[in-house]
């Protein structure tokens, strides 16, 4: 059951104030918790428990949900000041400091009022502080604040109310031994993160930490414990082993990938790395002793995908470095193995705007193993970009999901009105003697309306790629705060608005016509050329033709097109937001084409002519989503 937001936060609310109550609880003890209060049936409780998403919920070493605002509240920790803190008024939320400031809250009550900052995933520089990779939230105060306190003293943060308070410590803080405590949360052998273990000994001990206490860190170390980033360990854990299954982990959930499926993934990732820093003409010397092995997981498509997305995930990702791994394994492969390394740099070709060498990557993939779907479909859009309609149909046919994709139906729906008289395995009209699906099969000739789709459609191809994921994601995030449901975030990444935006204002047209334009007939390049002076525009309904026409008058120019009508026929005096291209001696409108009301028009059409970004396009035009009385409050 899908319930409204309202309706949601309001159960859930009242679900977390049972975990306050009666926690910690594990996932099913919550569960039967909600079904004694009536919260909904079982699937509903188990939805609200798994999809909790308050900042105050935290989980112990042992699986159980806890509330963090009520085992918090009144407690006390401490961090020593480092000489770089003291100089730049940035103080890392480290193990010290980062299991008490779960809190939302943007800044901290007390000694100047810091504020909590993002200090990004990545090492990053705040006031000349070189930030360990761990480190994602920072305390920003004035260093005037820190200068007089000076390098090694204490400050605390006490959780009141809810609200953090930041302090300087005066008083002589205790030095609890918490080598016990440790040892029952920290079996010997093992890890775990250092959040997790110290909300257990809060838990355990309601007088621990309600008072000044030496840091966390430094009480750690005196019990015979190292804390390393997040995780907190016995002294003489085997870190690198940890940091190899825990990586291992990571690429299992990313994926949804078995163990063998992520070591592959890792191996793979791991030789390009390393291939990274070797110049070009020293790669071949570098790879004689390199191995295939770990990588025979390779055969599963899903495989070789998550290769290919995590490697392109890689800031410094080369894809020069990616063909040489591929290559070097595709050389001392099994068949299958050879059609997945193939593949890959094909893959990396493309990225490259090698178009040439990545085909044929693709198509060594496909005649090492004629079933290796990810190259055919790769393939399917070379011949589709290339105009050859029957080799399109012909190869996403031997691919699981090609049949029902959007650019098989509208290809088909084309090829069948080319000479429908004729089956595929006719012999072709024109006298060749071969049959209708080799010959002319889709390449008789097409309307100016059939190939400004097919251009539009190819375009789509194009940045459904992975690196406009990123951008498509983002409009569709945008698009989607008007949107009521979750089970609606699929639709949003295909919304009409979001693929046009991406294509125009985005520039993902641009960038189709530069890396495949090669590929293009002359008749599709003579036709993009055209379109690249569209400009999205708004237009008035001023009558409903004859027939299935409407006439628009573009409020910009003051020129009016008759166009075909859509499914939802407009009404005089209304009015769309949309792009006209031209098409032949006619014009159509191409991608999404939005209602707007008569009273926004004109900002509208202010906006478009200040070279608005996307986002600010998609925001406007998403607005109307909202109720009226929310539309025209301030903040919106």
């Not at 306050?20 to 909904?40: F, M």
């Not at 980062?98 to 809190?103: A, E, F, R, S, V």
């Not at 290339?386 to 729906?413: F, K």
Request: aromatic residues 6%.
């Amino acid at each position: 059951m899908i319930y409204r937001r309202e309706v949601a936060d309001s159960l859930s609310d009242r679900a977390f104030d049972l975990l306050r109550t009666h926690g910690p609880l594990r996932d099913e003890e919550w569960v039967a918790l909600l079904l004694r209060e009536r919260l909904g049936d079982r699937l509903e409780a188990l939805d609200l428990v798994q999809n909790c998403d308050s900042p105050a919920l935290g989980m112990l070493p042992d699986g159980r949900n806890i509330a963090l605002d009520t085992l918090l509240e009144g407690r006390v920790l401490t961090h020593r000041l480092t000489r770089a803190e003291v100089a730049s008024g940035v103080v890392a939320v480290d193990a010290d400091l980062g299991p008490i400031l779960w809190t939302e809250d943007t800044s901290l009550e007390g000694l100047g009022g810091a504020r909590v900052g993002f200090a990004g995933l990545g090492s990053e520089v705040f006031g000349g502080q070189r930030l360990e990779d761990h480190v994602e939230e920072v305390l920003m105060l004035d260093p005037s604040q820190l200068t007089p306190l000076g390098v090694g003293s204490l400050i605390a943060v006490t959780m009141t109310n809810g609200v953090p308070r930041l302090r300087a410590v005066s008083e002589t803080p205790s030095a609890p031994d918490l080598s016990a405590a440790l040892e029952a949360h920290l079996p010997s052998g093992s890890a775990h993160e250092v959040d997790e273990v110290l909300w257990a000994l809060l838990h355990a001990d309601p007088a621990l930490c309600t008072a000044p206490a030496l840091p966390l860190s430094e009480l750690v170390a005196a019990a015979g414990f190292v804390v390393r980033g997040i995780h907190i360990a016995r002294t003489g854990f085997d870190w690198d082993e940890f940091d190899a299954e825990m990586e291992i982990r990571v690429v299992m959930a990313q994926y949804q990938l078995d163990n063998d499926g992520a070591y592959a993934v890792l191996t793979f990732a791991v030789l390009v790395r390393a291939l990274r820093a070797v110049p070009s003409t020293q790669r071949a010397a570098f790879l004689r002793d390199a191995g295939v092995a770990g990588i025979q997981a390779f055969s599963d498509p899903d495989v070789a995908m998550a290769a290919y997305l995590e490697i392109t995930d890689d800031p410094d990702y080369d894809p020069s470095a990616v063909i040489a791994a591929a290559e070097h394994l595709r050389a001392r492969s099994t068949t299958t193995l050879a059609a997945a390394t193939a593949w890959l740099a094909g893959k990396a070709a493309e990225d490259d705007d090698l178009i040439a060498l990545a085909e044929q990557y693709f198509q060594d993939a496909t005649t090492a193993d004629p079933h290796w779907e990810p190259a055919t479909s790769d393939l399917a859009r070379y011949a589709f970009d290339r105009g050859d309609l029957a080799r399109t149909i012909a190869l996403l046919d031997r691919t699981t999901q090609g049949p029902s994709t959007p650019t098989y139906l509208i290809v088909q729906a084309i090829i069948a009105a080319d000479h429908p008289d004729l089956d595929r395995n006719d012999r072709c009209w024109c006298g060749s003697g071969r049959k209708y699906k080799i010959c002319h099969l889709g390449n008789s000739g097409l309307s100016m309306p059939d190939r400004a789709r097919l251009l539009y459609l190819k375009a789509i191809e194009h940045c459904e790629q992975v690196d406009w994921w990123p951008v498509r994601q983002e409009l569709a995030e945008i698009r989607s705060e008007h949107w009521e449901t979750d089970e609606e975030w699929l639709a949003v990444l295909h919304d009409p608005l979001v693929v046009d935006v991406m294509l125009d204002e985005c520039g993902g047209f641009e960038d189709f016509l530069r890396r495949r334009g090669e590929l293009l007939p002359e008749a599709d390049l003579s036709l993009a050329e055209r379109w690249r002076d569209a400009r999205r525009s708004v237009f008035e309904v001023e009558s409903a033709g004859e027939g299935d026409t409407v006439v628009l008058r573009d409020l910009r120019t003051g020129d009016r097109h008759t166009v075909p009508a859509d499914a939802s026929t407009a009404a005089a005096g209304e009015f769309y937001c949309g792009r006209m291209v031209p098409v032949g001696a006619g014009m159509m409108l191409v991608g999404s084409v939005e209602e707007v009301e008569a009273d926004r028009c004109a900002e509208l059409l202010r906006l478009l002519d200040s070279d608005a970004d996307g986002a600010d396009v998609i925001e406007f035009l998403s607005v109307r989503e909202l109720p009226e009385s929310v539309r025209e409050s301030p903040e919106v």
